[in-house]
T-cell receptor, first 115, second 114 residues
Framework: DAGVIQSPRHEVTEMGQEVTLRCKPI?????LFWYRQTMMRGLELLIY????????DSGMPEDRFSAKMPNASFSTLKIQPSEPRDSAVYFC?????????????FGPGTRLTVL | QQQVKQSPQSLIVQKGGISIINCAYE??????FPWYQQFPGKGPALLIA?????SEKKEGRFTISFNKSAKQFSLHIMDSQPGDSATYFC?????????????FGTGTRLTVIP
């Protein structure tokens, strides 16, 4: 298996622009997580889905952030409008949740720079 | 509020030494405690994990020590090697029905010098 796939790997944009990050989870996994990593705040959970349904989006910082999972093999995280403080590495992770918690497999991340 | 508190923030160890990273939590509903390892430019990856019904788990040079009464757990890396240089995150899972997210610590950057 190719693992969790994220695109793009790097994104540089200007303040006010819309940014869309993409994630393809591991085939067969039923949970998907979006994280943001910064030096100041470490690894923060933004939102997670079980069976394509958003379960907890309490970590989404503000209304500028939105996430969707239209099917089991694709998810997007959108920032509109983007701001310099959104600059971070964004990770997508997936897991197979059966009974209890499953191991999370992380993608390589998208490094976002907002100028 | 940080659900899992991790220390130290950074650690420098000589090759062959023992690296120790500590984590503490308050919520007694946590039922699973993994450690993730992250190399520069990569996503975190599961290293080792423990459940609170055991006090220690060992996998090769990596050991988790778990103290349920103190609500603390730690990662010990024996015979530390330069290849172990990475950022380590402890985490905890809340055993609440329907929730399978993890609460991560803030990370420890380990540097093993030759």
């Amino acid at each position: 298996d190719a693992g969790v796939i994220q695109s793009p790997r790097h994104e540089v944009t200007e303040m006010g622009q819309e940014v869309t990050l993409r994630c393809k989870p591991i085939s067969g996994h039923n949970s998907l997580f979006w994280y943001r990593q910064t030096m100041m705040r470490g690894l923060e959970l933004l939102i997670y889905f079980n069976n394509n349904v958003p379960i907890d989006d309490s970590g989404m910082p503000e209304d500028r952030f939105s996430a969707k999972m239209p099917n089991a093999s694709f998810s997007t995280l959108k920032i509109q409008p983007s701001e310099p403080r959104d600059s971070a590495v964004y990770f997508c992770a997936s897991s197979l949740r059966l009974a209890g918690v499953g191991e999370q497999f992380f993608g390589p991340g998208t490094r976002l720079t907002v100028l | 509020q940080q659900q899992v508190k991790q220390s130290p923030q950074s650690l420098i160890v000589q090759k062959g030494g023992i690296s120790i990273i500590n984590c503490a939590y308050e919520n007694t509903a946590f039922d699973y405690f993994p450690w993730y390892q992250q190399f520069p430019g990569k996503g975190p990856a599961l290293l080792i994990a423990i459940r609170p019904d055991v006090s220690e788990k060992k996998e090769g040079r990596f050991t988790i020590s778990f103290n349920k009464s103190a609500k603390q757990f730690s990662l010990h890396i024996m015979d530390s090697q330069p290849g172990d240089s990475a950022t380590y995150f402890c985490a905890a899972h809340h055993g609440r029905t329907g929730a399978n997210n993890l609460f991560f610590g803030t990370g420890t950057r380990l540097t093993v010098i030759p």
